[in-house]
């Protein structure tokens, strides 16, 4: 797969990161230490991390911390003091809703991981396998909005490994109704997250709004452009989410009907051949192939599986009929790689590609 030319003319582009002392913001930095298009310049979290170097303001949780971010000095989230022309957002749903706005109105790119506005009709909910076709609201966004930046959000994490999995048996079949349920890692759940008491020997049943963001994300993904707004793709999903004892990598068991049958072979020639949009071939962040499928009856699984390709290939395994339905799968994603701050970098840099990043 040939790689996309270099957007910045061999420069690397500096970056902030919002809400970076947390898991996924560790994880942004940790994913952009040695990025060949992206630096980290500017690190940002709450008041109490403020002022302090971003060693000292941080537990940190994977590996080593990247020495070219141990000094920098932990900013406020203000955007009129961080100045750079990308942002990177971790921050929690409730300080995303006006912050992020806020950047966008400076005139920053802001990628966001946050659920506040991956809904609103002239935000693009990002996957650049699936629908790059959907930056086109991002002029519809500066239009309505009168701002020169843009808000930009990648999807709920176990949102992307379904959608991945699903996309191109949607586009072949024409998907019609979805029964899913997941077992999802504690990783998804941030630090410190579930408490071991609850989680070691059990499964919860529970995981707050989880459920609505797989029935919704999902049809705003697969929906196509019409005029200025997604118009949403036709099928249902009846979603049950769980949290599980695993580290990293959200597993989901899928039964699908579509408008007509369709047998294992067919669904299983369609998943090995798909590539996704060319607009995602050749970044910096694109695996090979974005879904790898497995033949063997007890795969995919997390322990095995979910580091390949950087975590961001999305596994699929089980294709089998369904006595209800039509087709059954697993499919299997990391949650914090591919579904939370290596889909946000990835969709920065299908936005440097298409010339909406441009250095300063």
């Not at 071939?281 to 997390?302: K, N």
Request: hydrophobic letters at 45%.
């Amino acid at each position: 797969m040939a790689s996309v030319a270099h957007p910045f003319e061999g420069r690397r582009l500096p970056v902030a990161i919002l809400g970076a002392t947390g898991m996924v913001g560790q994880t942004f930095v940790r994913l952009l230490a040695d990025h060949p298009w992206f630096t980290v310049t500017t690190v940002a979290a709450s008041e109490r991390s403020a002022g302090k170097s971003y060693a000292d303001a941080t537990r940190w949780l994977e590996g080593e911390m990247p020495a070219a971010v141990r000094d920098l000095v932990v900013q406020h989230c203000d955007p009129d003091r961080i100045t750079e022309s990308v942002v990177f957002s971790a921050l929690d749903s409730g300080p995303a809703q006006d912050l992020e706005p806020a950047f966008a109105q400076r005139g920053a790119i802001v990628l966001s991981n946050a659920r506040s506005h991956r809904m609103a009709r002239d935000v693009p909910l990002l996957i650049p396998e699936i629908n790059a076709s959907h930056l086109a609201l991002i002029d519809v966004q500066r239009r309505e909005r009168g701002w020169a930046g843009a808000i930009v959000t990648n999807a709920n994490c176990a949102t992307i490994v379904l959608a991945m999995a699903l996309a191109p048996l949607h586009a072949a079949f024409g998907a019609r109704r979805l029964f899913v349920a997941t077992m999802q890692a504690i990783s998804g759940a941030g630090y410190p997250g579930v408490s071991a008491l609850d989680i070691l020997g059990n499964v919860v049943p529970y995981i707050g709004d989880e459920e609505p963001k797989l029935e919704s994300e999902g049809q705003k993904i697969l929906g196509s452009m019409a005029g200025d707004r997604v118009s949403a793709a036709p099928f249902v999903i009846s979603a049950h989410t769980n949290r599980v004892p695993v580290e990293h990598g959200h597993t989901i068991c899928m039964s699908i009907e579509f408008d007509t049958p369709v047998s294992p072979e067919a669904a299983l020639d369609v998943l090995r051949n798909w590539r996704g949009d060319a607009a995602a071939q050749g970044l910096p962040s694109s695996p090979p192939a974005p879904l790898v499928v497995h033949t063997a009856l007890d795969r995919p699984q997390p322990r095995r599986d979910v580091n390949r390709d950087g975590g961001m290939s999305v596994h699929v395994g089980r294709v089998r009929s369904d006595p209800q339905f039509h087709l059954r799968l697993v499919a299997m994603g990391h949650n914090v790689s591919r579904g939370a701050a290596g889909a946000s970098i990835q969709n920065a840099e299908l936005l440097a590609a298409r010339g909406v990043i441009v250095a300063p």
